[in-house]
């Protein structure tokens, strides 16, 4: 579906186009072409194909979507894929933008993604002395707004982290929270993967983009695509920051188990061990034997609930002051 097109020149916008129009305006000189498309149909996507001469294989990566961020040089032209990540409940829904980049034109499909471009194309034309630059600099708008958009997933994440942590040393820590923290913590570990999936790769675009054997369509701004670059840098060691704490987050989630169980153990043990002393003292009374001392004595059964009582008070104190109970 097509959601914009208009030709520039000299940072300021010629006109809105038709689809038929393009090829018109490609033919003049400082002038380019911006197209953006939406979920695109075979027949649109030919279409775009036979206005700006695209590279075959660049259409069937289009085509088929579902690739991994990626900049691919055809001649003058450039193709760069990047992810679209939007954050839900439950996990991160990926979208995908396909960029066609050359001297004359720039063509971005989006697919699968609720996210729009309009305030990049209105960013862009308000400020024309880099507009002027021509299409490398749409291609830099873009590519900034994508890998900006990812900074409030990962504080999201971070703020996720953060609440598990807190309920991790939470004093009313049970084995079902125990559960209930782990899958939370591999449910933050995947999202952390689809995002880094998505910004490990874009480091390499923007760092061939931003080199000084970029392509040349982008030769001129190559100070803010490496910009870009170091924004990807913070991006991806804020990651790895996190995917470090994760894995920490869960041994202290199963060390803390261990603990608790731990605790448990000591203090069934030691009301083992109380039980144990007094069945011991009641099964000796208790045998059948004639010549036992105290059978006959009038204060034998007194005596022998006293002497369980007391020793089973001391372990009772004695546990307690070394913690098991």
């Known amino acids: 579906m097509l959601i914009n097109c208009a030709a520039y020149e000299n940072g300021a916008r010629l006109a809105y186009l038709t689809v038929e129009e393009i090829s018109d305006y490609l033919e003049r000189p400082g002038c380019f072409v ?14 775009m194909k036979e206005e700006f001469t695209l590279h075959e294989l660049a259409v069937e990566d289009a085509r088929h979507g579902h690739q991994r961020p990626k900049l691919e040089e055809y001649g003058e032209s450039v193709f760069v894929v990047m992810h679209l990540l939007e954050l839900g409940e439950k996990e991160i829904t990926l979208g995908e933008v396909h960029v066609f980049v050359g001297h004359n034109y720039v063509l971005s499909i ?10 990049i194309r209105e960013r862009c034309e308000r400020e024309p ?5 021509g299409s490398g600099f749409v291609l830099y708008a873009l590519m900034d707004a994508v890998v900006d958009r990812y900074f409030p997933i990962l504080d999201r994440l ?8 807190e309920q991790i040393f939470t004093k009313n820590f049970t084995k079902k929270a125990a559960r209930t923290n782990i899958e939370r913590l591999y449910e933050l570990k995947r999202k952390i993967m689809v995002l880094k999936h ?11 983009l931003s080199g000084s ?5 982008c030769s001129s701004i190559r100070d803010y695509f490496r910009d870009v670059y170091d ?10 920051t996190i995917r470090d704490t994760i894995g920490t987050a869960i041994q202290v989630n199963l060390s803390i188990g261990a603990i608790e169980n731990n605790e448990v153990n000591k203090r069934l043990a030691a009301w083992a061990g109380i039980f144990a002393v007094a069945t011991a003292l009641a ?7 004639e010549q036992m001392p105290e059978l006959k004595w009038e204060y034998g059964y007194p005596l022998a609930l006293l002497t369980i009582g007391l020793a089973c008070f001391f372990l009772y104190i004695r546990f307690r002051r070394i913690g098991w109970l």
């Open 34 to 47: 911006w197209v953006a498309l939406r979920d695109t149909t075979p027949e649109e996507l030919d279409k």
């Open 110 to 119: 989006r697919n699968r993604s609720q996210q729009h471009f309009l305030d």
């Open 129 to 133: 002395h880099l507009l002027k630059q």
């Open 158 to 165: 971070e703020s996720e982290l953060e609440k598990i942590e």
């Open 198 to 208: 998505a910004v490990a790769p874009l480091m390499e675009v923007a760092g061939k």
């Open 213 to 217: 054997r970029g392509p040349a369509v």
């Open 231 to 240: 924004h990807l840098v913070r991006i991806d060691a804020s990651i790895d």
């Open 283 to 289: 099964g000796i009374w208790g045998m059948n034997f």
